[in-house]
């Protein structure tokens, strides 16, 4: 399973910083590596993370990482599909990553949108415009209505976006 690159950890480290992002939401959340990395972030904000993964068993490791590393109090673990657990998030998000399975993005993008606020991230990872699979991300983000989107060659290749702000 791939992790956050650290490059890719770093740079949301700092937009998360950067544009004070507070109500953070992590998509596929594994062992908890990219969530140490977003829960740090959110320690220097005053925000809070919330964790949604779908592997029972990693929804157990994940909370043992996070606490070794000191952060527990700033990540809330949220077990089962996002499809149906990001509904009971509290909105608007300020800064969403989305690293779970890729076949979903398309699927996700319209609520993930509306549920930012304007002005608010969205990094999704593992997306690298030469693979063919990550065209139907790519082409639904760059048209969004909703959405400023550029592609990002660090780490696995990540797209960050913004929603634009109701003057825009
Ligand atoms: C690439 S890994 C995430 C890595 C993690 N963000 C990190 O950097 O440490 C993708 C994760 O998405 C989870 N996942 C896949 N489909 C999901 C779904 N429908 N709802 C929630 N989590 C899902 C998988 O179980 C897996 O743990």
């Known amino acids: 399973m791939l992790t956050l690159h650290p490059d890719t950890s770093r740079l949301v480290h700092i937009m998360i910083q950067s544009a004070g992002c507070k109500q953070l939401v992590e998509i596929g959340g594994a062992y908890g590596y990219s969530a140490i990395w977003l829960a740090h972030a959110a320690r220097i904000t005053g925000g809070q993370l919330t964790s949604l993964e779908i592997n029972p068993k990693l929804i157990e490791i994940a909370p043992q990482n996070v606490a070794e590393a000191g952060l527990i109090d700033r990540v809330e673990f949220v077990p089962g599909d996002v499809r149906e657990t990001l509904s009971t998030i509290e909105t608007p998000f300020d800064f969403v990553l989305l690293d779970c399975w890729e076949r979903l993005y398309v699927e996700m993008l319209d609520m993930l949108a509306t549920k930012l606020r304007p002005g608010g991230i969205l990094v999704a990872d593992n997306i690298d415009p030469d693979k063919e699979e ?23 290749g990540i797209e960050v976006s913004t929603r634009r702000l109701a003057s825009t």
Do not use: C, F, K
């Not at 990550?134 to 696995?156: F, K």
């Open 134 to 156: 990550s065209d139907p991300y790519i082409q639904a983000l760059h048209n969004h209505p909703l959405m400023e989107t550029v592609s990002v060659p660090i780490g696995r």
